[in-house]
């Protein structure tokens, strides 16, 4: 019984140190995407955006407060949306904004499912990239239009997105002249001066510095911007990589993606 008793409470302890994490960055504890979901005490859900014969399954995070307030479009990264987008819409929901993220890949999927209802993310990577340019925006502005309507948020909107996503905040941005501002995260920028001739919003980018392919662009756009007189600010994250708002919350992230994924929150917010 002593020997049950002691393997009882060494299983307990162990429990008990698991329950939190050391990440190479040195934050104990912070939440995953699913954690914070499954805890969250604000109010999620799914709705359907319309436009056309199109339905886009939404989700929207709700802030808890007493005053309407301003909503964010998020757009997902090439994977389709996930637990990571829900994640970082439900802490914009904690600091005071209305999330609005649409799942690119509504009616895409296997019997006309969303991203979710793919068999593997890199499978729903490949349907992104098939999908048609012209309904994607289609698709942005029936959200936009939809989180302007919605009765808690006060009509001012602004937009973001990762990679796949930040890539397409440009091209909202271009898109429409009521944004407050746009906010991509390490998405390839605009090369020619159509793709910022219709930008009136503040671009703030995130880059992180380890990734070549996407910050190659960054010179043209920053060009392009200026020549226009338009304000674009690119922040490079040094030894960050691709994706690193992603990686930077997991438990193994590396000290360079934890800092840069908690530097780009202060930065964002």
Known sequence: MKRALVLLALFASACTTTSTTTTAGGDTGAPTSSQRLETTPRHHEWVQVRHGDRVVQTYVAYPERSTKAPAVILIHENRGLTDFERGVADR????????????????????????????????????????????????????????KRIPAANGKISVAGFCWGGSRTWMVANDRQDLSAAFPFYGTGPQTADGVANITAPVHGFYGGDDARVNATIPKSEELMRAAGKRFEPMIYDGAGHAYMRSGQMPDASVANRRAHDESWTRWL
């Open 92 to 147: 914009l929901a904690e600091n005071g904004y209305i999330a609005v993220a649409p799942d690119m890949l509504s009616g895409m999927a296997p019997n006309g499912g969303r991203a979710s209802d793919f068999p593997t993310q890199d499978a729903a990577r490949e349907a992104i990239g098939k999908l048609p340019p012209d309904q994607v925006m289609a698709d942005l502005r029936a959200v936009a239009e939809y989180a």
